[in-house]
């Protein structure tokens, strides 16, 4: 089955069981939300499936691979990305360099590249530029790109990762919070972007940890309703946020 | 004046090796953001192990220097392995590491004390061949320095602008946990950093016994040299590494014009501690320019 799908994890930290025989998939061509209370173990989840943890059981698939225990940045290299809950930029860099770094190929990455195959590294550079530009401009940075990523405001720098996640183009894209910190219209384009490309490539998935409801209203196809370590809910997003637990659980009406 | 001229070329042919040392202990402190005193053990490392083939078993230089190369890179990449990834993975904190790197120069610089004597050793032997340029003398030597040297500086430069690898091991000093999310493979990463490191002690360490010869005991000054000139010049910007031991070079050259060559370790850390007072992000930092601007 084509998909990321995790089956039965399970996780203690600090003899805390923080993760308890969860079971989800996440589709292709689909958004799927991740929500629930703070310490719900959503962003365990996340770290389970990129490889920052290992999972006590259970296992994490993708494309009916056995992706468990694989280096974060193996879990990378098979397509899988992220974006990190607090937002995070390489400082010293120029916001252009920042999205640059990200979508190099990983061919060029011998140290003695550069002397045996310097046309082609600079050709490689061009288009690397190129598409970090393209990037740059979608979420509206681009006038910004020789500025210190440093001097950016909080927003902005989550822009600047989002702009870096896209131009890696993963296949599968695990996001945290991804609108938190964005204005209203930043975040309706972050949303727009991320709906039009399931909807344009069926090969992407997208995985979302929200807590922002209108977001996850409009855009999210399936949702898990997370507590205490555990999927409570799974189904379409307005029968899950309608279930009568969930109002009284998570939202607070 | 003709003895300023000749203390300047000399500072040209310093700059050229403190650059290097600059750009060896730079790599792992920029990247790995710890002070890594074992930069001292394989500059030191490098250097003897040409002594040992060449002196004991007569191997020719040619082929012991890239021997001896081959030798400090080897050892950066062990100590390594064997002592700061194991800590690292344990969590440990920078400054642990720190003292980690000071056992290990300890036990390494002791040992090789043990092994050939904490006299001086000297591999050349008589005069250098040298050139008179005008009033000048330049050996054959400190030509070779300068081009070694410089060669170093500017080939580093051309495969950090546009190299993925080394854009990454820059960014790694930033964030790592974000590097490897990229998919960049960390300890691979770490391995490199360390080989480079000791590519550039060991060049610079091998040309300067060839000149002067070695004791067991240079390494600490040659890893403060080059700590001293990566944070005068701005630890995030490579260029500043290079006019940092240029700016210690050039100094020293007038600190021994003016009074005695017994001042130049002086000179070193009056630079330090002036820079750290007035320009703590180091005197050629960029990011302190743009805020200029």
């Known amino acids: 089955m084509v998909g990321l799908k995790i089956k039965n994890l399970s996780k203690t930290l600090l003899g805390m069981e923080i993760i308890r025989k969860v ?12 929500v629930g209370p703070n310490g719900a173990g ?3 989840i996340f770290n389970l499936i990129c490889g920052y943890l290992t999972p006590d059981n259970g296992a994490v698939f993708y494309d009916d691979e056995d992706i468990t225990g694989l280096q974060p940045y193996q879990v990378a290299r098979k397509g899988i990305g992220r974006l990190f809950q607090d937002v995070r930029i390489f400082e010293g860099m120029t916001v252009l360099e920042n999205v640059v770094t990200a979508c190099m190929p990983y061919a060029s990455e011998s140290p003695l590249f550069p002397f045996m195959r310097p046309l082609r590294l600079s050709r490689l550079y061009k288009h690397a530029r190129e598409r970090s530009c393209y990037w740059l401009e979608f979420v509206g940075l681009y006038a910004k790109k020789d500025y210190p990523a440093s001097e950016l405001s909080f927003g902005q720098q989550k822009l600047l990762a989002i702009a870096r996640l896209l131009s890696k183009g993963f296949r599968v894209m695990l996001l945290d919070e991804p609108a938190s910190g964005l204005s209203p219209i930043a975040t309706k384009k972050v949303m727009a972007t991320l709906e039009r490309i399931v909807s344009e490539d069926r090969d992407k998935t997208i995985v ?28 379409r997003t307005d029968h899950v946020l309608g279930a009568r637990e969930v109002r009284e659980m998570y939202l607070g009406f | 004046m003709t003895l300023l001229l000749q203390l300047l070329v000399n500072a040209v042919c310093n700059a050229a090796i403190y650059a290097l040392l600059a750009i060896g202990f730079g790599l792992i402190y920029r990247s790995l953001r710890f002070f890594n005193i074992g ?7 490098a250097s003897y192990v040409v002594i040992a083939l060449s002196e004991t078993f007569g191997i020719p230089l040619f082929a012991s220097i890239p021997l001896g190369i081959f030798a400090g890179i080897l050892s950066s990449i062990l100590i390594d392995r064997l002592v700061f990834s194991p800590l690292e993975g344990y969590g440990a904190p920078t400054g642990v590491l720190l003292v980690a790197s000071l056992g290990v120069y300890i036990a390494i610089v002791n040992l090789i004390a ?41 080939l580093f430069w051309l495969s950090i602008r546009k190299n993925t690898l080394v854009k990454a091991i ?3 000093g930033i964030a790592p ?31 300067t016994t060839l000149d002067v010869g070695i004791d067991p005991h240079v390494g600490m000054g040659a890893l403060l040299t080059g700590a001293v000139a990566v944070i005068v010049g701005g630890v995030n910007f490579y260029w500043g590494w290079v006019s940092g031991a240029s700016l210690i070079a050039l100094l020293q050259a007038i600190g021994v014009w003016l009074f005695s060559a017994k001042w130049n370790e002086l000179i070193t850390f009056g630079i330090l501690i002036i820079t750290l007072i007035f320009r703590p992000d180091g005197i050629f930092s960029p990011k302190r320019r743009a805020e200029e601007r």
Do not use: C
């Not at chain 1, 996440?26 to 991740?34: K, N």
């Not at chain 2, 930069?39 to 490392?45: D, K, L, M, Q």
């Open chain 2, 170 to 172: 820059w960014a790694m």
């Open chain 1, 23 to 34: 079971t989800a998939t996440f589709l292709p061509g689909r958004i799927t939300a991740l």
């Open chain 2, 114 to 154: 043990l092994i050939f004597g904490n006299e001086i050793k000297i591999i050349t032997k008589g005069m250098e061949p040298s050139f008179t340029i005008g009033p000048i003398i330049v050996t054959r030597i400190q030509i070779a320095q300068i081009l070694i040297g410089w060669t170093g500086a500017i």
């Open chain 1, 42 to 44: 959503k962003t365990t």
């Open chain 2, 39 to 45: 930069f001292g053990a394989v500059y030191v490392i």
């Open chain 2, 177 to 207: 946990e974000l590097v490897i999310a990229l998919g960049l493979p960390y300890k691979r990463m770490r391995a490199i950093v360390f080989s480079l490191s000791a590519l550039f002690a060991a060049a610079a360490s091998i040309i």
């Open chain 1, 208 to 235: 979302v940890v929200e807590h922002n409801m209108k977001v996850v209203t409009e855009m999210a196809d399936w949702v898990y309703f997370m507590n205490e370590g555990q999927v409570a809910f799974f189904g």
